[in-house]
């Protein structure tokens, strides 16, 4: 009974499909057309389509106190890393009117994430695996290895 279902379930999606590969071509009888054009393919992480970024690979609330706690150490509340300004509620290299990188998308070419100190880097552990983490612009960014796409980042200015 079950197959007999699997069977007709399948019949029915592909009669679409069988029906529109039988439209024939006026212009040449032999010929047939398709139904219509198959619509544009929007792929993730094109054109600036954020990917959807799996939340068992975000930061956990650990990572976030003890990222917190290394910045405060490291810079004060209210203050930037060495060489960025404040700007818009965060932390920019001069000249820069945004950050360099959004999440979802893979880091451009032009952005090299700077390894972690080592006092941060115990503290947050190691990333997992196909992971890494960089710090761009004051902030730490978890990077998937295969593709650079940023996955999430913590904001490196800590307000007062």
Do not use: H, N
Request: with cysteine; hydrophobic share 40%.
């Amino acid at each position: 009974m079950r197959r007999l279902a699997v069977v007709v379930l399948t019949a029915l999606a592909l009669a679409p499909a069988v029906a529109g590969a039988q439209r024939r071509d006026p212009a040449d009888p032999g010929a047939t057309l398709p139904d219509r054009a198959p619509p544009p393919v929007e792929r993730p992480g094109a054109r600036g389509i954020p990917q959807y970024v799996d939340p068992a690979v975000r930061f956990t609330s650990r990572d976030r106190e003890q990222f917190k706690a290394w910045a405060v150490a490291e810079y004060g509340k209210g203050k930037c890393p060495r060489g960025l300004v404040k700007r818009d509620g965060g932390c920019l290299p001069r000249g820069v009117a945004r950050k360099r990188y959004t999440i979802g998308l893979p880091l451009p070419a032009t952005v090299v994430p700077a390894p972690l100190p080592l006092d941060l880097a115990r503290r947050v552990g190691t990333p997992p695996i196909g992971y890494r983490y960089g710090l761009i612009d004051g902030d730490l960014v978890k990077i998937e290895l295969a593709s650079a796409l940023a996955v999430d980042a913590l904001d490196g200015f800590i307000p007062k």
